[in-house]
């Protein structure tokens, strides 16, 4: 069946360094991918996100790479500040219209 | 640009009491979506609207949840009667048609009792 998942449900970061988010996901077919991060008390925030025919895409601070041949997702947070501290999760749009299905969630702490 | 707005924030109820949950999506954003998010897990799709048509619903389950988008715009989710396997967040979103990327709103915690 279709699944995402994600291989560490906690990260802690010191202030300043890189973070890697990493997700797994099941369905080939996926032609979409998108990064969420979600703040205590809030609803998810777009990050970024990818389509299938590209295997990384730059934002702000932020860059997401997919690797298809292991189905694998990941985000990059470049110099995490206080403020990047959240759940992320990651979601796949499979081939049936607009339906993303999301991960479990990442929650990183950033420490000063 | 106002983002999607929910309320209420919080409800808490006791078991078998009904209890409704209000949307109200980005302006021009003809698709919604309500979703239940669990705590520590992230969102599943309850329910999807193209308009004022119901167009995914095979993940609400229907002997206790209804949802109605009336005009195709604002729309309400409805448990009755609650039970305590339903406190969770109960999410909104919008996108504009056949756009993947969802905004999503606050969310209503509930918590049955």
């Known amino acids: 069946g279709e699944s995402v998942g994600l291989h560490l449900p906690t990260l802690s970061v010191q202030e300043g360094d890189n973070s890697i988010i990493n997700c797994a996901y099941s369905?080939?077919?996926?032609?979409?991918f998108i990064w969420y991060k979600q703040e205590s008390g809030k609803g998810p925030q777009f990050i970024i996100d990818?389509?299938?025919?590209?295997d990384k895409r730059q934002g702000q601070r932020v860059t997401v790479l997919l690797n298809k041949t292991v189905k694998h997702l990941s985000l990059q947070i470049a110099a995490t500040q206080p403020g990047d501290s959240a759940v992320y999760f990651c979601?796949?749009?499979?081939?049936?219209?607009?339906?993303?299905?999301f991960g479990g969630g990442t929650r990183v702490l950033v420490k000063p | 640009e106002a983002g999607v707005v929910q309320s209420p924030r919080y409800k808490i109820i006791e078991k078998k009491q009904p209890v409704a949950f209000w949307c109200n999506p980005i302006?021009?954003?003809?698709?919604l979506y309500w979703y239940r998010q669990n705590l520590g897990q992230g969102p599943e799709l309850l329910i999807r609207?193209?308009?004022?048509?119901?167009?995914?619903d095979s993940q609400l389950p229907k002997d206790r949840f209804s949802a109605e988008r009336l005009k195709g715009v604002d729309s309400t989710l409805k448990i009755q009667p609650a039970e305590l396997g339903d406190s969770a967040v109960y999410l909104c979103?919008?996108?504009?048609?056949?756009?993947?990327?969802?905004?999503f709103g606050p969310g209503t915690r509930l918590t049955v009792t």
């Open positions: 979103a919008s996108s504009y048609p056949k756009h993947y990327e969802q905004y």
């Open positions: 369905n080939s077919a996926s032609d979409y």
């Open positions: 990818i389509r299938s025919n590209m």
């Open positions: 979601a796949e749009n499979g081939a049936a219209g607009n339906k993303l299905t």
């Open positions: 302006s021009g954003h003809n698709t």
């Open positions: 609207y193209e308009n004022e048509e119901a167009v995914d």
